[in-house]
């Protein structure tokens, strides 16, 4: 061998750069969502807030935890932001699904729709942008 990359290899280094900017995404989206989540606990119990705009403060939490999990996820990656965003999307879909199954008691899927195209989007947002940024300051 010549000691180059086969197309193999480029391809498995491509998909470890994609998986660990997805679960760096997902991590950081995370920490962003529950962060967001505490500060707007605090404001709900402290102005007395009423319990009708807990769902929307909820829906606002994921969806700016996903954009930021897209960013950064796409900004790693380099490229294919709104490919790495509905990748980042449809795994916070899931979590949060299954999060919202055990905790409402089941809740139905319609209730919670709008949620998860909020955080889709919102994820496939922040991939677009996070491409665009790093494209920026090349």
């Known amino acids: 061998k010549d000691g180059g990359m086969n197309m193999a290899d480029h391809q498995n280094k ?10 760096f995404g997902v991590l950081i989206g995370t920490l962003v969502m529950i962060g967001l989540s505490a500060l707007f606990a605090f404001a709900i119990v402290k102005f007395n807030v009423p319990a009708t705009a807990i769902s929307i403060v909820v829906t606002m939490s994921a969806a700016i935890g996903s954009f930021m999990g897209g960013l950064i996820a796409a900004k790693i990656v380099g490229k294919k932001g ?15 699904f299954f999060a919202s199954f055990f905790v409402t008691d089941g809740s139905s899927f319609a209730e919670n729709l709008t949620k998860y195209i909020a955080v889709v989007v919102a994820a496939m947002i922040g991939g677009i942008f996070g491409v665009n ?5 090349s």
Do not use: H, N, P, T
Request: aromatic fraction near 10%; glycine fraction near 10%.
């Open 14 to 23: 491509s998909m470890v750069v994609w998986l660990r900017a997805i679960i």
């Open 133 to 137: 940024l790093r494209k920026s300051r």
């Open 82 to 96: 709104l490919l790495v965003g509905v990748g980042l999307g449809l795994i916070f879909f899931v979590v949060l």
